[in-house]
């Protein structure tokens, strides 16, 4: 199995979780995340004082897969995530050892 | 001059001006939180212009005599407009310059409804263009019709507190606007719902209180007028709110909250051309009816390409209409001294209620088209497309509704060579 990491556009979600749809995957776990990359931050002003904002809204998707699926997902989010621009995002692929489910408590392979 | 009655205005206006950043948070709640203080600031920036605007220029436009169409600016930057009550278009009781700045606040609510058919997309220094000209040219000879002496009050065309002069007019000007300006990028592909539904709750819970004003202190008075105005203002809205709660029954199963907030809305719109002129059994019957109408002309627009974001053609518009034409059916003259509708014998009061209705809708319909073209022409309507995808909180302000303070920001020192940011966090490697 692997962990699939995503960390991609707030704007993009609806597009890779179409993309995801596609190859049916089940489930997924998003989070609102804050980070950087490449893309600089932005400046903000408060109270007369200017602030650099380095780390920018993004969104985190993981995802859990068999081996023989991991780049056909890694592919699919790729295309749907892209804009070309600074601040797409990447993708972390990761094993994963073990995995349960709690309502059953049985081990998944 | 009376005190009591100078006491009460004074209320009243504060009250009304408290309307406009109730909106603020009912429209900042309807909108994502990227765009939130963009929607905010549209709502709040009128009582900056448009209130400036109002007491230089507007109320000569609007409550000066002149002749049927327009004042005659003989009130300029108040010229005359003074502590005493004479000098009024109307007999009042209270300081000129008192009842100029009730009628300011309405200016400025008005101008600020439209700001929810255009979130979400449109460029700010536009939008404040806009309004500012809006003002002077679409709401001021629309309020001389029909409160200033113009050809709609010889008619006889009966509008307690604006039903025909704010609402109809805000809500056509926002669909001419919604369709000027244009969809958002992403509608109606991506999910566009409300970041913040308590703030929507709480912005309903602030117009009804701040309606007090506006609906009871067009009464002018601390009158049984106002008195009248004030029972309707509270009844109106409890009769839309209950048929609302068995419509979104009837639909889905639940009672939501959005949908509680904007009946509240709806009702406020309907009982204001007539607040002070039904009975109070009327206005139960009078906002029980109006839920209908604005309630499926949400479910139309949320089906159709129209991106009036925040709805303001199904309440104010829609509400608006009914309302001004339910006025003609239910006024009692027993009440306001004034003039029966249908119900009580005078069937004629309906065709010139649809005469002032279809008046505001031409003229605001119109104006604002020409208005937004005119505006489009020395500035962009449109923030561009990162703009938008950005959120127009940072792109337009500089700001975010939301932020967690020295986790993701650096001050950077001002002055010169100072600019560069200081990040107190390691790159991370995404």
């Known amino acids: 199995m692997k962990l699939i990491k995503c960390i991609i556009r707030p704007n993009k979600v609806d597009e890779v979780k179409d993309a995801l749809a596609k190859l049916s995957i089940a489930g997924m776990t998003v989070t609102e995340v804050r980070g950087h990359g490449k893309q600089k931050g932005h400046t903000a002003i408060y109270r007369g004082k200017e602030y650099n904002v380095s780390l920018l809204p993004k969104m985190e998707i993981e995802i859990v897969v068999p081996d023989n699926m991991a780049d056909d997902v890694v592919k699919a989010v790729v295309q749907a995530a892209r804009t070309g621009e600074i601040g797409d995002g990447r993708v972390f692929v990761l094993p994963v050892l073990e995995s349960y489910r709690i309502r059953t408590g049985e081990k998944e392979s | ?430």
């Open chain 2, 1 to 430: 001059m009376n005190q009591a009655d100078t006491a009460w205005m004074l209320i009243s206006t504060a009250l009304v001006l408290l309307m406009t950043p109730a909106l603020a948070f009912f429209y900042g709640g309807l909108v994502r939180s990227k765009n939130t203080l963009n929607t905010m600031m549209m709502s709040f920036i009128s009582l900056g212009f448009v209130g400036v605007l109002w007491a230089t220029v507007g109320y000569s436009i609007a409550l000066t005599p002149g002749n049927n169409w327009v004042g005659d600016m003989s009130r300029l930057f108040l010229s005359g407009v003074g502590l005493e009550p004479e000098g009024a278009i109307v007999a009042i009781t209270i300081p000129h310059m008192l009842y100029m700045a009730f009628q300011g606040t309405f200016c400025i609510i008005t101008a600020a409804l439209i700001s929810g058919a255009i979130v979400e997309r449109m460029r700010f220094s536009a939008y404040v263009a806009f309004i500012c000209i809006w003002s002077l040219a679409i709401y001021a000879p629309l309020a001389h019709w029909v409160w200033g002496g113009g050809w709609l009050a010889d008619m006889g065309a009966l509008d307690y507190a604006g039903g025909t002069v704010v609402h109809i007019n805000a809500g056509v000007a926002a669909l001419v606007a919604a369709i000027v300006v244009g969809k958002r990028r992403d509608y109606p592909s991506s999910s566009l719902i409300p970041h913040n539904v308590p703030f929507v709750l709480l912005g309903a819970g602030l117009l009804w209180f701040g309606w007090f004003g506006f609906n009871a202190g067009s009464a002018l008075a601390a009158g049984p007028a106002a008195g009248l105005a004030f029972v309707t203002t509270m009844l109106a809205p409890a009769a839309t709110l209950v048929v609302w709660t068995f419509l979104d029954m009837m639909r889905s199963g639940k009672p939501t909250a959005v949908g509680a907030a904007t009946a509240i809305v709806v009702g406020l719109v309907a009982i204001t051309p007539a607040a002070g002129f039904i009975s109070p059994m009327n206005a139960i019957l009078l906002g029980a009816i109006a839920a209908v109408p604005s309630y499926i002309g949400l479910i139309i627009r949320a089906k159709s390409s129209l991106d009036d974001s925040l709805d303001v053609v199904a309440a104010h518009g829609v509400g608006g209409t009914v309302g001004a034409l339910l006025t003609g059916v239910f006024a009692q003259k027993s009440l306001n001294g004034l003039a029966d509708g249908a119900l009580f014998g005078n069937p004629y009061q309906l065709v010139v209620q649809g005469t002032a209705v279809l008046a505001a809708i031409v003229y605001s319909g119109v104006g604002t088209f020409v208005i937004l073209k005119l505006v489009g022409l020395v500035l962009p309507l449109r923030a561009t497309a990162s703009e938008e995808t950005s959120g127009l909180d940072i792109t337009g302000h500089g700001e975010e509704a939301y932020m967690h303070v020295g986790t993701t920001m650096s001050a950077v020192e001002p002055g010169p060579g100072a600019r560069a940011p200081q990040s107190v966090l390691k790159p991370a490697s995404i």
